[in-house]
C-alpha cells in the first residue's frame, strides 16, 4: 500500500509584522534586504518578542483542525547553517517536554477518510535564496533576507494518504479554510510550501523537500511514486533519502545530505518565556472564528433553496461567499447564487481579473432584482455583468447604453405580437387546440426582439390575442 505524509509550511499572510520584531510580515512589497532589523538579522544583544497575534491566529488554525491545544507552549531553537538563515537557528516549536506545540492530533475529513494530523507549530520563515546564472559552474547565490523572521505555520500530517488524489482534495480542502479564517491567502506566491514522504508497499520512505507549491506538491507525489513503483517492478531497493522537487524539470532529485533530528541540537529558546493559553482565550478566540465552510453551506441550501453543488462551490470559496454575504437579500439569494457561480466566475477567473474588477456588491444586487422583475433577460444579464466587471458603470446606465433593457411595454409588444400573427395564420390556428404551440410564437417574438420581450407579459399578451 503506498503511503504518503505531509508536512505543509503556511504563511500568516495577514499579520502586520514579522514573528519576533516590527519589521513587517508583508516582505514583498520591499526593495532586497530593506525590510530587516538587528532582531531578525540575529545581532549580538538584540532580543525576540513574541507576536500575540500570530499566536492567536496559529491558535485558530489548530482549533479548524480539530487539534487538542496544550495549556502552555514553548519554543525552541533549531540550530544549523545556511545562508537563508542570519541567526544560524530557525526558533521554531518541539514536542519535548510534553506537547508544546500549538496543537497536536488533529484530523480532516478527506473523501470519507480521517487524515490526522500530527502536530502544527508556529515558526519563523528563512531569508531567501536567489540563484543566478548560466550553469552550476558560474552560478552564484543572493540573499534576500526580507522573509527572514514571517510567520510560518507548520502543518504535519500522519502518512494516511494512499494517493495523489487524496492529497489534492486535501489540499483543496485547507486552502479554502486557511482563506476563511482569514490567516493566509493560498494565492500568493510563496505563501503555501511543502515537503512529502512517501512509501510504496515493500520500499523504504523517502522525503521529498523544497516543493514551491500546492500545484506542484501533488505532481511531486505523483512523480515520486511512479518512480519507487518502476524500480520495485525491476527489483531494484527503494533507498532511504532526501530528494529534491526540481521545479523546472518537474522531476524529484537525490539530494545526498542526511538530515536527521539529532543533528539539529534543538534546546529551550530562553529568550521568549513560555505562553499559557488558557480555557478563557481558547472560548473567545473560539466565538470570533468566521462561520465553517460547512455551516455556510448547509445555511444556503436550507435558507434559500440553493442546489447543493451550487451552494458548494458559493461556500468554499471566500471571495465569492463574502460577495455573496453582502450583496443578497432573502427573495434575490437564490439569483445571485446562480449569476455569480455559473457567470462571474468564469468572466473574472484570475487573480489578476478580480483585482481588476469594478463590480461591487450593489451592482449584484442590482442586476439580480432586474432579472426578477423582468427589466432584463437572463440572456441579457450576461452582457450587462461583463460591462459592468470592465467599467464599473451602474446598472442603468448600462441598459440604456448598450439598450440591454426588456421590451416590456404593452403596447409596443402588442405590434409585434400582431405582425407575427398575421405572418403565421397556420400555426395560430393550431394554437388554438394546441397550447404547446404557443411556444413556437414566443419564440418568433423572441427572435424579433432579439431576446429582449418580457417573457411572460409576451405570453400573456399571445393567449390573448389569439383567444
Ligand atoms: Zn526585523
Known sequence: MTKIGLEIHCQLTHLESKLFCSCK??????????????VC?????????????????????????????????????????YPDLPKNFQITQLNIYGDTSIGGEGFVIVEGKK?????????????????????????????????????????????????????????????????????????????????????????????VKNIG???????????????????????????QETRHWDDKRKITV????????????????????????????LEKLKSEMPESINSKKERYISKYNIPEQVADVLSSDKFYSDLFEESHTDSNAKEIANIITTDLMGLIDTREKRDATKMSAVHLRDLADAIISGKISRNSSKNALYEIVKTGNSLPQIISDLDLGNVSDESELTVIIQEIITSEPQ?????????????????????????????????????????
Open 25 to 38: 510580515a508583508n516582505y514583498r512589497e520591499f526593495e532586497i534586504n530593506e525590510n530587516i532589523c538587528p
Open 41 to 81: 538579522m540575529g545581532l549580538p544583544g538584540s532580543l525576540p518578542r513574541l507576536n500575540q497575534e500570530a499566536v492567536k491566529k496559529a491558535t485558530v488554525i489548530a482549533m479548524a483542525l480539530n487539534c487538542s491545544i496544550p495549556e502552555k507552549i514553548a519554543f525552541f531553537r533549531k540550530n544549523y547553517f
Open 115 to 207: 487524515i490526522r494530523i500530527t502536530r502544527i507549530q508556529l515558526e519563523e520563515d528563512p531569508g531567501r535564496l536567489i540563484y543566478e546564472g548560466s550553469s552550476s559552474k558560474n552560478q552564484i547565490t543572493l540573499v534576500d533576507y526580507n522573509r527572514a523572521g514571517t510567520p510560518l505555520v507548520e502543518i504535519v500530517t500522519e502518512p494516511d494518504f494512499e494517493s495523489p488524489k487524496q492529497v489534492r482534495e486535501f489540499l483543496n480542502i485547507l486552502s479554502d479554510l486557511l482563506e476563511n479564517l482569514g490567516v493566509s491567502d493560498p494565492g500568493l506566491d510563496g505563501a503555501m510550501r511543502a515537503d512529502a514522504n512517501v512509501s510504496i508497499e515493500g520500499g523504504n520512505k523517502v522525503e
Open 213 to 239: 507549491s500546492f500545484h506542484d506538491l501533488e505532481k511531486a507525489v505523483h512523480f515520486e511514486i511512479t518512480r519507487q513503483n518502476s524500480l520495485h517492478s525491476r527489483d531494484i531497493s527503494i533507498i
Open 254 to 281: 537525490s539530494s545526498r545530505s542526511k538530515e536527521e533530528d539529532l543533528d539539529y541540537r534543538y534546546f529551550l529558546e530562553g529568550d521568549i518565556p513560555w505562553i499559557s493559553i488558557d480555557n478563557n482565550i
Open 427 to 467: 400555426v395560430v390556428e393550431q394554437a388554438k387546440s394546441n397550447p404547446q404551440t404557443i411556444n413556437y410564437l414566443v419564440g418568433k417574438v423572441m427572435q424579433k426582439t432579439k431576446g429582449k420581450a418580457d417573457p411572460k407579459l409576451t405570453l400573456d399578451l399571445l393567449k390573448k390575442l389569439i383567444g
